[in-house]
C-alpha cells in the first residue's frame, strides 16, 4: 500500500523548487554530511563531460535566512508555507539537521553545540557571511547556540516555540504538565495513539487525521530513532550549568499565543532575562505549531521584523 507522506515528497518538493530552492548536500568534516536547501540560483552545475564533478555553489547576492526546523519533522516539511513568502527578496537556506532527512554524522556527540557547529560549518562552505537564523522548537535552540557562538556570522535570530536550554527542572515540569514520562514518549511516537497526542498538545485546533495518515507519518518521519533518542538525552542540561550568555544580536520570540508546550509565559520570561535587544509577539489561537496553524500571519510577522531589521542596517551603513 501506498505511503501517504513519502507520495507527497515529490510534490512538495517539486513546489520548494518552484519557490526557488533546490536540495544540495555538503560535507561538513569526514563523517558527517548535511543536507540543506539552498537558493537555485545559488547552485553552478558542472558541463557534462566524462569525468563529472558535483555541483558547486557561489554566494547569495541576498540577505540570508536560515530556517531550522524542530524534532518532529525535516526542514521543508516543517517550514512548508514560509519559503515561497521569503524567496522573492531574501536567499533562503533551509537545512536538515543531523539525523533528519538526509543527514548524518559517524560523530558521538549529540548536544545542539555539535549541531549549531555543523550548520555554522556548513553555511560558511555555502560562501554565507551574514544571516537571520529562524528556529523552531528543537531548532530554536540550536539557533541561539549559534547566535552565542558565532556572533560574527548570525546577526539576528528568530525563535518560536522553543528556550535558550533544556534544563532539568524545565524538562521535568513540560513534561508532567502534559503528562508524559519522558521526552521521547512525546517526541518520538511509534504508535498512531501516541501520534495523535503529540498533535493534541502541538495544535491549538483540534486536528482530525485518518490512522492511516498518523502510521504513514511515523514511518517516515521517525527514521534514526536511536540517533534521535539521544539527542534528547543530549538535551537536558543541569540548571547549575546553565547561564544566560550575553547576546549582541536583535531576538525576536514569535510564539503561539496558546502554545501548551513552552507557554507564551516562558517568552516572556525570557524577554526579561535577555533586555532590551529583545521582542516578543504572540499570534492568536495558535499553538506550539504556529507556523503551520496560522501561516499568513507567521509570515507577515517574519517579514516585518525582516524588514526592519534590514531597514536599521541600511540606516546603520549610511
Known sequence: MVNLVAAQKPLLHGLMKMAGIQ??????????VMSIWVPSETIKNPKKSKTATAATTVKPTKPVVVLVHGFAAEGIITWQFQVGSLTKKYSVYV?????????I????????TFQAECLAKG??????????VVGFSYGGMVAFKMAELYPDLVEAIVVSGSILAMTDSISHATLSGL?????????????VKGCRALLKVAAHKKLWFPDKLHKDFIEVMFNNRQQRGELLEGLVVSNKDTTIPDFSQRIHLLWGENDQIFKLELAQNMKEQLGENCTVEG????????????????????????????????QTKI
Open 283 to 314: 499570534i492568536k489561537k495558535a499553538g506550539h505549531l504556529v507556523h503551520l496553524e496560522r501561516p499568513c500571519v507567521y509570515n507577515r510577522c517574519l517579514n516585518n521584523f525582516l524588514a526592519s531589521l534590514h531597514a536599521n542596517s541600511h
Open 105 to 112: 554524522t559517524d560523530s558521538p556527540d549529540r548536544s545542539p
Open 123 to 132: 553555511l560558511r562552505k555555502l560562501g554565507i557571511e551574514k544571516c537571520t
Open 95 to 103: 537545512p536538515d539537521l543531523l539525523f533528519f532527512g538526509g543527514s
Open 179 to 191: 503528562g508524559f514520562s519522558s521526552s521521547a514518549e512525546l517526541l518520538l511516537p511509534t504508535t
Open 23 to 32: 536540495p544540495h548536500t555538503i560535507e561538513i568534516e569526514p563523517g558527517t
